[in-house]
């Protein structure tokens, strides 16, 4: 009974945030599932860590959910598969929403992107082995452990790359990183745009950053420890949603990986407002 409040409550919050999402595509769309449903449905699928004629299974047998949901009926497995190929992915973006917070905290990560058996995978790359993989950054709020920014590449890639379109729409009081996203350019983009405080560690070879030419910028040990929490996050989504990419096309997987950072900070918000109601004083 506790297991299913807690899938109808995330049901509920993952229509809140489909809501952010037009109705329609286009004039011309047939009308019988809004984008808003489909996307809840995708969502879904990734919280279940199924595939998507699975989770119509457990719509089938589930009147509640189906009822927050606010389907008469259930799509086609096709439908979503169709949906997700047609839907952009700055529209699946926005349901992450954060824009500022107190410490940002910004590191990469590696998804393997494989749609054959282990085995398989396992004779097969020491033949002919296979280095891509799809490489996500985020920015991350490290008091809430919410996803604010997000961006995806086909790996390998330097983690340098992707530092200032992170951060460029969001503010902060400090930005830490590791000593991978170490350069002057990256702490003064902190210093100047950002009006934040960079605590990203010195390599051994690089230059000093000053702030106004005279003080020379610290790291502050309790603010750099922040940067953990980006880990966790990392380890909390691929061990609750997986770590493996099925799609074969790298749009598909990207909008997969996107799907479910969406699904973590769902879950994320569930657990936020658990706390808050154990904390707050009765009155």
Do not use: W
Request: charged share 30%; proline share 3%.
């Amino acid at each position: 009974m506790v297991i299913q409040r807690k899938l109808i409550k995330f049901i509920e919050l993952a229509v809140q945030t489909a809501n952010l999402l037009p109705r329609y595509s286009s004039k011309f769309s047939n009308r019988i599932y809004d984008n808003r449903q489909k996307i809840a449905i995708v969502i879904l699928k990734q919280k279940l860590k199924t595939t998507y004629r699975g989770v119509l299974e457990i719509l089938e047998i589930s009147e509640l959910a189906r009822a927050r949901l606010n389907l008469k009926r259930l799509p086609d497995h096709s439908t979503l598969v169709k949906f997700l190929q047609k839907i952009s992915s700055s529209l699946i973006d926005s349901l992450l929403m954060g824009k500022e917070a107190e410490i940002i905290a910004v590191d990469s990560t590696g998804f393997e992107t494989e749609c054959m058996s282990y085995y398989y995978r396992t004779i097969h790359n020491a033949i002919h082995p296979r280095r891509h993989y799809a490489k996500l950054s985020l920015a991350v709020d490290t008091e809430k452990q919410k996803i604010l920014a997000q961006k995806i590449r086909l790996g390998p890639r330097n983690d340098n790359i992707d530092f200032k379109s992170l951060l460029k729409n969001l503010s902060a009081d400090f930005v830490v990183a590791d000593k991978g996203f170490d350069s002057r350019a990256n702490r003064y983009f902190v210093l100047r745009k950002m009006k934040a405080y960079p605590q990203i560690p010195y390599r051994k070879t690089s230059g000093a950053t000053y702030i106004k030419g005279k003080t020379k910028v610290k790291i502050d040990d309790k603010v750099y420890h922040q940067r953990s929490k980006i880990e966790t996050i990392f380890s909390a989504i691929k061990r609750k949603y997986g770590s493996i990419i099925r799609s074969r096309s790298f749009d598909m997987q990207k909008k997969e990986i996107m799907c479910r950072l969406v699904t973590y900070n769902i879950d994320r918000d569930i657990i936020l407002s658990v706390y808050l109601v154990r904390i707050s004083p009765e009155p």
